[in-house]
Protein backbone atom coordinates (compact mmCIF):
# COMPACT_ATOMS: atom_id res chain seq x y z
CA UNK A 1 0.00 0.00 0.00
CA UNK A 2 0.83 3.46 -0.25
CA UNK A 3 1.56 6.53 2.05
CA UNK A 4 -0.62 9.21 2.02
CA UNK A 5 0.95 11.52 -0.86
CA UNK A 6 3.11 13.82 1.21
CA UNK A 7 4.03 16.69 -1.56
CA UNK A 8 3.31 19.84 -0.13
CA UNK A 9 0.90 21.84 -2.78
CA UNK A 10 0.10 24.69 -1.34
CA UNK A 11 -0.11 26.31 2.15
CA UNK A 12 -4.08 26.60 3.19
CA UNK A 13 -4.20 28.86 6.18
CA UNK A 14 -7.28 31.47 7.48
CA UNK A 15 -5.37 33.78 5.25
CA UNK A 16 -5.29 31.62 1.89
CA UNK A 17 -8.34 33.23 1.05
CA UNK A 18 -10.71 35.77 0.62
CA UNK A 19 -13.32 38.25 -1.16
CA UNK A 20 -11.59 40.17 -3.51
CA UNK A 21 -14.20 43.81 -3.68
CA UNK A 22 -13.37 46.63 -5.65
CA UNK A 23 -14.97 48.42 -7.95
CA UNK A 24 -12.28 48.94 -10.48
CA UNK A 25 -12.64 45.47 -12.46
CA UNK A 26 -8.43 45.47 -13.17
CA UNK A 27 -8.41 45.03 -9.47
CA UNK A 28 -11.57 42.55 -9.10
CA UNK A 29 -8.98 39.23 -9.49
CA UNK A 30 -7.08 37.58 -6.96
CA UNK A 31 -3.21 38.61 -6.74
CA UNK A 32 -0.92 36.44 -8.48
CA UNK A 33 0.26 33.22 -6.81
CA UNK A 34 -3.22 33.17 -4.61
CA UNK A 35 -5.83 30.40 -5.40
CA UNK A 36 -9.05 31.54 -5.41
CA UNK A 37 -11.73 30.04 -2.67
CA UNK A 38 -14.32 29.04 -5.63
CA UNK A 39 -11.50 27.00 -7.29
CA UNK A 40 -11.27 24.46 -4.04
CA UNK A 41 -14.48 24.20 -3.50
CA UNK A 42 -14.29 20.49 -4.94
CA UNK A 43 -13.18 16.77 -4.44
CA UNK A 44 -9.97 18.20 -5.79
CA UNK A 45 -9.67 21.30 -3.79
CA UNK A 46 -11.24 19.20 -0.51
CA UNK A 47 -8.44 16.96 -0.59
CA UNK A 48 -5.24 18.87 -1.26
CA UNK A 49 -6.52 21.06 1.41
CA UNK A 50 -6.49 17.29 3.64
CA UNK A 51 -2.95 16.51 2.63
CA UNK A 52 -1.97 20.27 3.41
CA UNK A 53 -3.55 19.84 7.30
CA UNK A 54 -1.83 16.48 7.32
CA UNK A 55 1.24 17.94 6.28
CA UNK A 56 1.23 20.16 9.34
CA UNK A 57 1.39 17.34 11.42
CA UNK A 58 5.46 17.19 10.49
CA UNK A 59 6.02 20.35 11.66
CA UNK A 60 5.58 24.21 10.94
CA UNK A 61 7.34 24.85 7.05
CA UNK A 62 7.95 28.30 7.88
CA UNK A 63 9.24 27.79 11.70
CA UNK A 64 11.14 24.50 11.20
CA UNK A 65 13.25 23.83 13.97
CA UNK A 66 11.80 22.97 17.16
CA UNK A 67 7.89 22.02 15.81
CA UNK A 68 8.31 18.40 14.83
CA UNK A 69 6.76 15.40 17.01
CA UNK A 70 10.00 14.45 17.51
CA UNK A 71 9.51 16.64 20.63
CA UNK A 72 13.16 16.80 21.02
CA UNK A 73 13.48 19.63 22.92
CA UNK A 74 9.70 19.97 24.91
CA UNK A 75 9.57 16.60 26.39
CA UNK A 76 13.34 15.33 26.05
CA UNK A 77 15.72 18.06 27.04
CA UNK A 78 13.25 19.55 29.93
CA UNK A 79 13.08 15.80 31.30
CA UNK A 80 15.75 13.95 32.72
CA UNK A 81 16.04 12.15 29.50
CA UNK A 82 18.64 14.41 27.69
CA UNK A 83 20.48 17.35 27.90
CA UNK A 84 20.35 20.17 24.89
CA UNK A 85 23.90 19.19 23.95
CA UNK A 86 26.35 20.21 21.24
CA UNK A 87 28.12 23.82 22.18
CA UNK A 88 26.49 26.29 24.91
CA UNK A 89 26.02 28.71 22.01
CA UNK A 90 24.61 26.85 19.41
CA UNK A 91 20.70 27.68 19.57
CA UNK A 92 21.38 29.36 22.84
CA UNK A 93 17.20 29.96 22.98
CA UNK A 94 16.86 26.80 24.18
CA UNK A 95 19.25 26.71 26.82
CA UNK A 96 17.05 28.84 29.28
CA UNK A 97 14.28 26.60 28.09
CA UNK A 98 16.92 23.41 29.41
CA UNK A 99 16.87 25.02 33.09
CA UNK A 100 13.15 26.21 33.20
CA UNK A 101 14.68 30.29 32.99
CA UNK A 102 12.53 31.00 29.94
CA UNK A 103 10.87 33.85 28.63
CA UNK A 104 7.51 34.69 26.77
CA UNK A 105 9.88 36.46 24.33
CA UNK A 106 12.03 32.68 23.48
CA UNK A 107 11.71 32.37 20.05
CA UNK A 108 11.47 28.64 19.79
CA UNK A 109 8.31 29.30 21.90
CA UNK A 110 6.87 31.21 19.72
CA UNK A 111 7.37 28.34 16.58
CA UNK A 112 5.80 25.93 18.91
CA UNK A 113 2.59 27.86 19.62
CA UNK A 114 2.45 28.82 15.37
CA UNK A 115 3.35 24.74 14.71
CA UNK A 116 -0.11 23.75 16.49
CA UNK A 117 -2.11 27.27 15.49
CA UNK A 118 -1.13 26.76 11.68
CA UNK A 119 -2.09 23.18 11.57
CA UNK A 120 -5.34 23.91 13.70
CA UNK A 121 -5.75 26.23 10.62
CA UNK A 122 -5.13 24.12 8.23
CA UNK A 123 -7.96 20.98 8.90
CA UNK A 124 -10.21 24.29 9.77
CA UNK A 125 -9.58 25.26 5.68
CA UNK A 126 -10.19 21.63 5.19
CA UNK A 127 -13.76 22.25 6.97
CA UNK A 128 -14.83 25.49 5.40
CA UNK A 129 -14.15 23.99 1.88
CA UNK A 130 -15.91 20.51 2.54
CA UNK A 131 -19.01 22.70 3.53
CA UNK A 132 -19.26 24.51 0.49
CA UNK A 133 -18.15 20.93 -1.96
CA UNK A 134 -21.25 19.62 -3.91
CA UNK A 135 -19.20 16.51 -5.77
CA UNK A 136 -18.25 14.37 -2.39
CA UNK A 137 -20.80 11.99 -1.36
CA UNK A 138 -21.93 11.98 2.38
CA UNK A 139 -20.18 9.18 3.19
CA UNK A 140 -17.46 11.15 1.72
CA UNK A 141 -17.72 14.04 3.19
CA UNK A 142 -18.33 12.62 6.97
CA UNK A 143 -14.75 10.89 6.67
CA UNK A 144 -12.85 14.06 5.50
CA UNK A 145 -14.68 15.68 8.60
CA UNK A 146 -13.46 13.22 10.46
CA UNK A 147 -10.00 13.29 9.21
CA UNK A 148 -9.53 16.80 9.62
CA UNK A 149 -11.56 16.67 13.10
CA UNK A 150 -8.74 14.54 14.40
CA UNK A 151 -5.79 16.63 13.13
CA UNK A 152 -7.57 19.43 14.78
CA UNK A 153 -7.78 17.63 17.58
CA UNK A 154 -4.41 16.26 17.78
CA UNK A 155 -3.04 20.01 17.32
CA UNK A 156 -5.22 21.23 19.94
CA UNK A 157 -3.74 18.36 22.12
CA UNK A 158 -0.18 19.17 21.37
CA UNK A 159 -0.79 23.37 22.25
CA UNK A 160 -2.80 22.16 25.67
CA UNK A 161 -0.14 19.59 27.19
CA UNK A 162 2.49 22.51 26.13
CA UNK A 163 0.97 26.02 27.09
CA UNK A 164 -2.34 24.19 29.19
CA UNK A 165 -3.93 27.58 28.95
CA UNK A 166 -4.62 27.74 25.23
CA UNK A 167 -7.95 28.90 23.37
CA UNK A 168 -10.21 26.07 21.45
CA UNK A 169 -10.38 27.46 17.47
CA UNK A 170 -12.90 26.03 15.27
CA UNK A 171 -13.32 26.42 11.66
CA UNK A 172 -16.01 29.56 12.40
CA UNK A 173 -13.30 32.02 13.25
CA UNK A 174 -12.22 33.54 9.97
CA UNK A 175 -11.62 37.07 10.34
CA UNK A 176 -9.05 39.09 12.29
CA UNK A 177 -11.74 40.32 13.88
CA UNK A 178 -13.09 36.10 14.78
CA UNK A 179 -9.49 35.63 16.30
CA UNK A 180 -9.43 38.62 18.20
CA UNK A 181 -12.42 37.38 20.80
CA UNK A 182 -11.05 34.27 21.24
CA UNK A 183 -9.76 33.65 24.74
CA UNK A 184 -8.15 31.05 26.73
CA UNK A 185 -10.21 31.08 29.92
CA UNK A 186 -11.14 27.33 29.75
CA UNK A 187 -10.61 24.31 29.99
CA UNK A 188 -10.63 22.98 26.46
CA UNK A 189 -10.07 19.45 27.23
CA UNK A 190 -13.77 18.35 26.66
CA UNK A 191 -13.66 19.50 23.16
CA UNK A 192 -10.76 18.07 22.49
CA UNK A 193 -12.52 15.09 23.72
CA UNK A 194 -15.85 15.19 21.67
CA UNK A 195 -13.26 15.73 18.12
CA UNK A 196 -10.99 12.62 18.99
CA UNK A 197 -14.45 11.06 19.87
CA UNK A 198 -15.91 11.97 16.37
CA UNK A 199 -13.16 10.57 14.65
CA UNK A 200 -13.55 7.14 16.57
CA UNK A 201 -17.17 7.01 15.47
CA UNK A 202 -16.82 8.16 12.19
CA UNK A 203 -13.31 6.67 10.41
CA UNK A 204 -12.72 3.28 8.98
CA UNK A 205 -11.04 0.30 10.57
CA UNK A 206 -8.51 0.15 7.76
CA UNK A 207 -7.50 2.82 4.87
CA UNK A 208 -5.76 2.56 1.13
CA UNK A 209 -3.06 5.49 2.15
CA UNK A 210 -2.01 4.24 5.10
CA UNK A 211 -0.61 7.59 6.20
CA UNK A 212 -4.25 8.42 6.89
CA UNK A 213 -5.81 8.19 10.60
CA UNK A 214 -7.70 5.42 11.35
CA UNK A 215 -10.95 4.81 13.96
CA UNK A 216 -8.28 2.85 15.98
CA UNK A 217 -5.55 5.63 16.52
CA UNK A 218 -8.40 7.93 17.14
CA UNK A 219 -9.40 5.78 19.67
CA UNK A 220 -6.05 5.79 21.37
CA UNK A 221 -5.88 9.49 21.01
CA UNK A 222 -9.03 9.95 22.62
CA UNK A 223 -7.71 7.49 25.84
CA UNK A 224 -4.55 9.37 26.03
CA UNK A 225 -6.56 13.03 26.57
CA UNK A 226 -8.47 11.02 29.45
CA UNK A 227 -5.04 9.89 30.75
CA UNK A 228 -3.59 13.35 31.25
CA UNK A 229 -7.09 13.75 33.07
CA UNK A 230 -6.73 11.35 34.89
CA UNK A 231 -9.77 9.81 33.61
CA UNK A 232 -8.81 6.09 34.48
CA UNK A 233 -11.91 4.23 33.93
CA UNK A 234 -12.60 5.54 30.56
CA UNK A 235 -9.68 5.33 29.46
CA UNK A 236 -9.39 1.56 30.41
CA UNK A 237 -12.61 1.54 28.25
CA UNK A 238 -11.02 1.84 25.01
CA UNK A 239 -7.80 0.26 25.87
CA UNK A 240 -9.33 -3.01 26.43
CA UNK A 241 -11.68 -2.28 23.00
CA UNK A 242 -7.90 -1.62 21.06
CA UNK A 243 -5.79 -4.22 22.38
CA UNK A 244 -8.47 -6.81 21.60
CA UNK A 245 -9.44 -5.40 17.97
CA UNK A 246 -7.23 -2.44 17.28
CA UNK A 247 -5.49 -2.33 13.64
CA UNK A 248 -3.08 -0.05 11.65
CA UNK A 249 -4.39 1.59 8.86
CA UNK A 250 -2.79 -0.84 6.66
CA UNK A 251 -4.93 -3.97 8.43
CA UNK A 252 -2.37 -5.42 10.44
CA UNK A 253 -3.86 -6.14 14.29
CA UNK A 254 -2.08 -4.24 16.70
CA UNK A 255 1.24 -5.91 18.59
CA UNK A 256 5.20 -5.62 19.29
CA UNK A 257 7.81 -6.27 16.84
CA UNK A 258 9.97 -9.30 17.91
CA UNK A 259 12.96 -7.22 18.32
CA UNK A 260 12.86 -3.56 20.06
CA UNK A 261 15.70 -2.31 17.83
CA UNK A 262 13.59 -2.98 14.44
CA UNK A 263 11.15 -0.36 15.73
CA UNK A 264 12.89 2.44 14.72
CA UNK A 265 13.97 0.54 10.80
CA UNK A 266 12.69 2.72 8.17
CA UNK A 267 11.74 -0.58 6.59
CA UNK A 268 9.01 -1.46 9.65
CA UNK A 269 7.94 1.97 10.01
CA UNK A 270 4.00 0.84 8.89
CA UNK A 271 4.32 -2.32 10.98
CA UNK A 272 2.29 -3.66 13.83
CA UNK A 273 3.31 -1.60 16.43
CA UNK A 274 2.59 1.17 14.74
CA UNK A 275 -0.16 2.90 16.32
CA UNK A 276 0.44 6.49 14.59
CA UNK A 277 3.52 7.85 12.83
CA UNK A 278 4.17 10.90 11.01
CA UNK A 279 4.81 10.69 7.35
CA UNK A 280 8.04 12.30 5.68
CA UNK A 281 10.38 11.40 2.58
CA UNK A 282 13.11 12.20 1.47
CA UNK A 283 14.31 12.56 -2.32
CA UNK A 284 11.07 13.54 -3.62
CA UNK A 285 11.67 16.94 -5.57
CA UNK A 286 11.20 19.18 -2.76
CA UNK A 287 14.66 19.58 -1.99
CA UNK A 288 13.94 18.27 1.48
CA UNK A 289 10.39 20.22 2.36
CA UNK A 290 8.95 17.11 3.39
CA UNK A 291 11.57 15.74 5.22
CA UNK A 292 12.33 15.44 9.43
CA UNK A 293 13.49 19.26 9.43
CA UNK A 294 14.10 18.64 13.67
CA UNK A 295 16.36 15.65 12.28
CA UNK A 296 19.12 18.36 11.20
CA UNK A 297 20.25 19.31 14.65
CA UNK A 298 20.09 16.19 16.30
CA UNK A 299 22.87 13.65 14.08
CA UNK A 300 26.19 12.79 15.65
CA UNK A 301 28.76 15.24 14.82
CA UNK A 302 32.12 15.37 13.56
CA UNK A 303 33.35 11.78 11.74
CA UNK A 304 30.38 10.32 13.11
CA UNK A 305 27.08 9.57 10.72
CA UNK A 306 26.18 12.45 8.78
CA UNK A 307 28.52 15.04 10.64
CA UNK A 308 26.31 17.87 12.11
CA UNK A 309 24.94 19.00 14.53
CA UNK A 310 25.30 17.21 18.04
CA UNK A 311 21.95 18.27 19.88
CA UNK A 312 19.98 16.22 21.80
CA UNK A 313 22.16 13.92 24.15
CA UNK A 314 21.09 11.24 26.31
CA UNK A 315 21.56 12.81 30.00
CA UNK A 316 23.46 10.36 32.58
CA UNK A 317 20.00 9.72 34.47
CA UNK A 318 18.89 8.63 31.76
CA UNK A 319 21.98 5.85 30.72
CA UNK A 320 21.85 4.94 34.70
CA UNK A 321 18.19 3.74 34.59
CA UNK A 322 19.11 0.94 32.01
CA UNK A 323 20.93 -0.98 35.11
CA UNK A 324 19.65 -3.87 36.33
CA UNK A 325 20.23 -6.49 38.83
CA UNK A 326 21.06 -10.41 39.02
CA UNK A 327 17.40 -10.45 39.05
CA UNK A 328 16.62 -8.62 35.87
CA UNK A 329 14.47 -6.00 37.41
CA UNK A 330 15.26 -2.96 37.38
CA UNK A 331 17.46 -0.90 40.49
CA UNK A 332 16.12 1.58 42.69
CA UNK A 333 19.19 2.99 43.71
CA UNK A 334 20.48 3.35 40.04
CA UNK A 335 21.61 6.98 40.19
CA UNK A 336 24.19 5.70 43.39
CA UNK A 337 26.76 5.39 40.48
CA UNK A 338 27.71 6.45 37.08
CA UNK A 339 27.95 3.86 33.90
CA UNK A 340 31.34 4.30 32.96
CA UNK A 341 31.99 6.00 29.66
CA UNK A 342 34.81 8.06 27.81
CA UNK A 343 34.63 10.99 30.03
CA UNK A 344 34.33 9.43 33.40
CA UNK A 345 36.67 6.39 32.59
CA UNK A 346 39.04 7.12 29.96
CA UNK A 347 41.22 3.82 30.49
CA UNK A 348 37.77 1.65 30.55
CA UNK A 349 35.25 1.64 29.02
CA UNK A 350 32.67 1.06 27.84
CA UNK A 351 30.80 -0.41 30.52
CA UNK A 352 30.21 -3.92 29.83
CA UNK A 353 28.44 -4.27 32.84
CA UNK A 354 24.98 -5.93 33.73
CA UNK A 355 22.06 -3.62 31.57
CA UNK A 356 18.78 -4.08 30.33
CA UNK A 357 19.38 -4.32 26.55
CA UNK A 358 17.31 -1.41 25.65
CA UNK A 359 20.05 0.63 26.33
CA UNK A 360 22.27 0.25 23.74
CA UNK A 361 18.77 0.83 21.35
CA UNK A 362 18.33 4.03 23.08
CA UNK A 363 21.40 5.22 23.54
CA UNK A 364 24.71 5.16 21.38
CA UNK A 365 27.81 4.71 23.69
CA UNK A 366 31.47 4.46 22.66
CA UNK A 367 32.78 1.73 21.52
CA UNK A 368 29.37 0.07 21.43
CA UNK A 369 28.06 -0.96 17.85
CA UNK A 370 26.15 2.25 16.60
CA UNK A 371 23.13 0.79 14.46
CA UNK A 372 25.29 -0.48 11.21
CA UNK A 373 27.99 2.29 11.39
CA UNK A 374 30.30 0.18 13.43
CA UNK A 375 31.36 1.30 16.78
CA UNK A 376 30.75 4.66 18.11
CA UNK A 377 33.68 7.20 18.23
CA UNK A 378 34.23 9.40 21.32
CA UNK A 379 34.90 11.88 18.23
CA UNK A 380 31.30 12.28 17.46
CA UNK A 381 30.34 14.58 20.53
CA UNK A 382 30.88 18.47 19.40
CA UNK A 383 31.10 19.20 23.27
CA UNK A 384 31.75 16.93 25.68
CA UNK A 385 31.89 19.26 28.72
CA UNK A 386 28.46 20.72 27.90
CA UNK A 387 26.85 17.93 25.88
CA UNK A 388 28.50 14.71 28.09
CA UNK A 389 29.44 11.17 26.26
CA UNK A 390 26.70 9.79 25.15
CA UNK A 391 24.24 10.36 21.22
CA UNK A 392 21.17 10.09 20.51
CA UNK A 393 20.21 6.91 18.36
CA UNK A 394 16.39 5.50 17.73
CA UNK A 395 15.35 8.23 14.74
CA UNK A 396 19.22 8.18 13.51
CA UNK A 397 19.20 6.28 10.15
CA UNK A 398 21.16 3.29 9.34
CA UNK A 399 23.82 3.67 6.68
CA UNK A 400 22.10 1.06 4.50
CA UNK A 401 18.91 3.36 4.72
CA UNK A 402 20.81 6.05 2.72
CA UNK A 403 18.95 7.30 -0.38
CA UNK A 404 15.79 5.53 0.91
CA UNK A 405 15.30 7.05 4.17
CA UNK A 406 17.90 9.78 4.27
CA UNK A 407 19.93 12.44 2.22
CA UNK A 408 22.35 14.93 2.72
CA UNK A 409 21.09 18.28 2.84
CA UNK A 410 23.17 22.01 1.71
CA UNK A 411 25.46 22.73 4.44
CA UNK A 412 26.25 19.28 6.33
CA UNK A 413 22.88 18.63 8.12
CA UNK A 414 20.97 15.49 7.10
CA UNK A 415 17.81 15.16 5.74
CA UNK A 416 15.56 11.97 7.26
CA UNK A 417 12.77 10.38 5.45
CA UNK A 418 11.54 8.34 8.45
CA UNK A 419 8.36 8.57 9.79
CA UNK A 420 8.17 9.99 13.40
CA UNK A 421 6.47 7.70 15.68
CA UNK A 422 4.07 9.21 18.06
CA UNK A 423 2.54 6.64 19.55
CA UNK A 424 3.41 2.84 19.08
CA UNK A 425 1.85 0.13 20.98
CA UNK A 426 4.55 -0.64 23.58
CA UNK A 427 3.57 3.16 24.85
CA UNK A 428 -0.42 2.13 24.58
CA UNK A 429 0.32 -1.06 26.53
CA UNK A 430 1.64 0.77 29.35
CA UNK A 431 -0.76 3.45 29.72
CA UNK A 432 -3.12 0.69 29.42
CA UNK A 433 -1.28 -0.80 32.61
CA UNK A 434 -1.10 2.52 34.23
CA UNK A 435 -5.26 2.61 33.87
CA UNK A 436 -4.87 -1.36 35.48
CA UNK A 437 -3.21 -0.11 38.69
CA UNK A 438 -5.27 2.83 39.23
CA UNK A 439 -8.63 0.83 39.10
CA UNK A 440 -7.04 -1.96 41.34
CA UNK A 441 -6.55 -4.58 38.48
CA UNK A 442 -2.56 -5.14 39.58
CA UNK A 443 -2.63 -8.99 37.92
CA UNK A 444 -3.50 -7.34 34.28
CA UNK A 445 -1.22 -4.78 35.01
CA UNK A 446 1.84 -6.68 35.52
CA UNK A 447 0.59 -8.91 32.63
CA UNK A 448 0.96 -5.43 30.24
CA UNK A 449 4.41 -4.50 31.35
CA UNK A 450 5.66 -8.31 31.22
CA UNK A 451 5.09 -7.92 27.66
CA UNK A 452 6.95 -5.19 27.12
CA UNK A 453 10.18 -6.68 28.96
CA UNK A 454 9.86 -9.97 27.34
CA UNK A 455 10.53 -8.48 23.94
CA UNK A 456 13.05 -6.43 25.74
CA UNK A 457 14.67 -9.48 26.69
CA UNK A 458 15.26 -10.84 23.32
CA UNK A 459 16.51 -7.66 21.42
CA UNK A 460 20.87 -7.39 22.56
CA UNK A 461 22.86 -5.46 20.33
CA UNK A 462 25.92 -7.63 19.17
CA UNK A 463 29.34 -7.39 18.00
CA UNK A 464 30.99 -9.44 15.64
CA UNK A 465 27.59 -11.11 14.58
CA UNK A 466 27.25 -12.80 17.81
CA UNK A 467 28.85 -11.55 21.18
CA UNK A 468 26.94 -9.26 23.24
CA UNK A 469 27.75 -5.65 23.91
CA UNK A 470 27.23 -5.89 27.16
CA UNK A 471 26.17 -7.96 30.26
CA UNK A 472 22.32 -7.79 28.61
CA UNK A 473 20.08 -9.55 31.32
CA UNK A 474 16.31 -7.81 31.80
CA UNK A 475 13.40 -10.60 32.82
CA UNK A 476 9.69 -9.99 33.60
CA UNK A 477 7.99 -9.64 37.20
CA UNK A 478 7.15 -13.02 38.20
CA UNK A 479 6.18 -12.42 42.04
CA UNK A 480 2.51 -11.12 41.97
CA UNK A 481 1.78 -7.61 42.47
CA UNK A 482 -0.12 -6.75 45.52
CA UNK A 483 0.56 -3.06 46.42
CA UNK A 484 -0.66 -0.01 44.34
CA UNK A 485 2.03 2.40 44.65
CA UNK A 486 5.15 -0.28 43.78
CA UNK A 487 2.78 -1.34 41.01
CA UNK A 488 2.67 2.44 40.38
CA UNK A 489 5.92 2.59 39.65
CA UNK A 490 7.05 -0.10 38.33
CA UNK A 491 4.97 1.38 35.41
CA UNK A 492 6.30 4.44 35.50
CA UNK A 493 9.66 3.35 35.66
CA UNK A 494 8.91 0.77 32.43
CA UNK A 495 7.64 3.87 30.33
CA UNK A 496 10.66 5.60 31.53
CA UNK A 497 13.19 2.68 30.04
CA UNK A 498 10.59 1.44 27.36
CA UNK A 499 10.26 4.94 25.38
CA UNK A 500 13.76 7.20 26.37
CA UNK A 501 14.77 9.62 24.17
CA UNK A 502 11.12 9.53 22.08
CA UNK A 503 9.86 12.88 23.66
CA UNK A 504 7.60 11.43 26.00
CA UNK A 505 9.04 11.58 28.82
CA UNK A 506 8.72 15.62 30.34
CA UNK A 507 4.63 15.47 29.44
CA UNK A 508 4.71 12.18 31.19
CA UNK A 509 6.69 13.91 34.77
CA UNK A 510 3.94 16.41 34.28
CA UNK A 511 0.71 14.48 34.28
CA UNK A 512 2.15 12.69 37.22
CA UNK A 513 2.23 15.62 38.94
CA UNK A 514 6.54 14.78 39.90
CA UNK A 515 7.95 17.02 37.56
CA UNK A 516 9.37 19.15 40.10
CA UNK A 517 10.98 16.37 42.74
CA UNK A 518 12.18 14.62 39.23
CA UNK A 519 13.88 18.03 37.82
CA UNK A 520 15.14 19.06 41.14
CA UNK A 521 16.84 15.92 41.87
CA UNK A 522 17.83 15.55 38.34
CA UNK A 523 19.31 19.42 38.78
CA UNK A 524 21.22 18.93 41.75
CA UNK A 525 22.75 15.49 40.77
CA UNK A 526 23.71 16.13 37.19
CA UNK A 527 24.73 20.40 37.68
CA UNK A 528 27.88 18.59 39.54
CA UNK A 529 29.83 17.77 35.99
CA UNK A 530 27.24 19.24 33.53
CA UNK A 531 27.85 22.91 34.87
CA UNK A 532 25.52 24.46 32.75
CA UNK A 533 23.00 23.21 34.32
CA UNK A 534 24.39 23.82 37.99
CA UNK A 535 21.63 26.20 40.05
CA UNK A 536 18.95 25.63 37.53
CA UNK A 537 15.67 25.04 39.20
CA UNK A 538 11.94 23.65 38.53
CA UNK A 539 9.25 26.07 40.22
CA UNK A 540 5.97 23.90 40.83
CA UNK A 541 2.81 25.94 39.60
CA UNK A 542 4.67 27.61 36.90
CA UNK A 543 7.28 25.63 34.74
CA UNK A 544 5.37 22.66 33.78
CA UNK A 545 4.00 24.30 31.11
CA UNK A 546 5.28 27.51 29.10
CA UNK A 547 4.24 31.16 29.12
CA UNK A 548 2.00 31.83 26.09
CA UNK A 549 4.17 33.84 23.66
CA UNK A 550 4.55 37.87 23.75
CA UNK A 551 3.66 38.41 20.34
CA UNK A 552 0.47 36.10 20.84
CA UNK A 553 -0.65 38.62 23.82
CA UNK A 554 -0.11 41.81 21.93
CA UNK A 555 -2.11 40.08 18.85
CA UNK A 556 -4.89 39.70 20.86
CA UNK A 557 -4.87 43.21 22.35
CA UNK A 558 -8.48 44.50 21.77
CA UNK A 559 -9.35 48.33 22.50
CA UNK A 560 -6.92 47.90 25.91
CA UNK A 561 -7.87 44.47 26.56
CA UNK A 562 -6.17 41.07 25.87
CA UNK A 563 -8.56 38.28 25.60
CA UNK A 564 -5.25 35.79 25.60
CA UNK A 565 -3.88 36.02 29.00
CA UNK A 566 -0.27 35.11 30.65
CA UNK A 567 -0.09 31.76 32.49
CA UNK A 568 0.43 31.96 36.05
CA UNK A 569 4.10 32.67 37.05
CA UNK A 570 5.61 34.37 34.03
Not at 85 to 110: C, H, K
Not at 407 to 430: E, I, P
Not at 528 to 553: M, N, Q, S, W
Request: aromatic share 12%.
Amino acid sequence: MKKITKVFLVTLGLASFGTYSCKESFLDRPPLGAIAETSLTNAAGVNGALISAYRSLGGSNVAAWYTSPMNWVWGGVRSDDAYKGTESTDQGAVNPIERFEVLPNNGPVLNKWRACYDGIGMANTTLQLLAQAKDLSDAQKKQVEAESRFIRAYHHFEAKRTFNNVPFVDEKAVTIADLKLLSNDKNIYPTIEAEFKFAFDNLPATQAQIGRVNKWTAGAFLAKVFMYQNKFAEAKVLYDQIIANGVTSGGQKYGLLANYGDVFKGDFESAQETIFSIQYTVGDGTGGANSNKDGELTNPHNDGPVGCCGFYQPAQSLVNAFKTGADGLPLSNYNASDVKNHENSPADFPDRGRFDPRLDHTVGRAGVPFLDWGAAKSSWIRNLANGGPYMPKKHIHYKSEAGKYFVSGGWGQGQSGKNQLTMRFSDLLLMAAECEVEVGTLAKAQEYVNLVRNRAKGSMVVMDGATPAANYVVNPYTAAWTDKTAARNAVRFERYVELGMEGHRFFDLVRWGIADQVKNEFFTREGRVRTHLAGARFTKGKDEYLPIPEYVLAQSTSGGKAAIVQNPGY
